[in-house]
């Protein structure tokens, strides 16, 4: 669903829920977008960067910004439409605090027919109850050379993969000092930085499903916990572990 105009309703929600893994490729809405309520994997990109939303977090989407849902087997969320209007106070894609208070009033919105006084009363509060929160967001653009470009949907599908920047040149059909180029050139960061953030993309996925710490560090391609518990928080400024704790889960951080 997504609204149109300005008349009726501020506030619109559907909840959705997902039997198979499902995509909804690049689109965008004349509403603001607030997804909420996951149970279950949830992740957004705009060009704000590359979002997982947790259970008890939602995530800012403004009006015409572009993005791109992805949300694993098994997953339920909501999704909330504001008219622009309302004064959201956030001009970006961002993570937010969903408070229980905030879910209530959500639910009762979505759910309860209300005096059209009242309901605008309570559809004027909703963007003031929307507090950000420190998140780790990745920007990771795609080079634009088909070359390169074949190798970078490579690695998001498999971060874990290790060869070395000559074997993807024979894959990819270039040498490896023009991969390399090219990389810099349309990315504007090294080949290595660019698959370090490709694994971190995947990890704070798997981070926010609830894997523990060592499993995500082992799938994404580092040979020690110790090794991407360092690699995390050199991106993040924190570990895994603090991390974990922030969205409401905390699995076990390995130290060595």
Do not use: K
């Amino acid at each position: 669903m997504s609204p149109t105009g300005q008349a009726g309703p501020g506030i619109l929600s559907n909840e959705l829920s997902t039997v198979r893994a499902q995509e909804w490729s690049d689109h965008e809405h004349e509403w603001h977008e607030l997804l909420w309520g996951t149970r279950g994997t949830l992740t957004a990109e705009t060009g704000d960067g590359f979002f997982a939303v947790a259970a008890r977090q939602g995530l800012w989407i403004p009006a015409r910004v572009v993005h791109r849902v992805t949300a694993a087997s098994g997953t339920t969320f909501f999704c909330s439409y504001l008219r622009p209007d309302l004064g959201a106070r956030l001009d970006r894609t961002t993570i937010t605090d969903i408070s229980p208070l905030l879910v209530e009033l959500l639910t009762e919105l979505h759910r309860a027919a209300l005096d059209p006084a009242a309901r605008d009363n309570a559809e004027r509060l909703v963007p003031a109850l929307l507090t950000p929160v420190l998140h780790p967001s990745l920007n990771i653009p795609l080079p634009q050379d088909d070359r390169a470009r074949r190798v970078a949907r490579a690695l998001l599908v498999d971060p874990a993969d290790a060869r070395s920047l000559a074997d993807w040149g024979r894959f990819a059909g270039a040498s490896e000092r023009n991969l390399s180029r090219i990389f810099l050139a349309e990315t504007g960061r090294s080949f290595g930085d660019w698959r370090t953030d490709a694994r971190m993309r995947t990890a704070v996925e798997m981070l926010v499903a609830g894997l523990p710490v060592g499993t995500v560090g082992r799938r994404i391609g580092y040979s020690t916990p110790s090794a991407f518990v360092h690699a995390f928080r050199l991106r993040f400024g924190r570990t895994p572990g603090a991390f974990c704790t922030s969205i409401g889960d905390e699995p076990g951080e390995p130290t060595s």
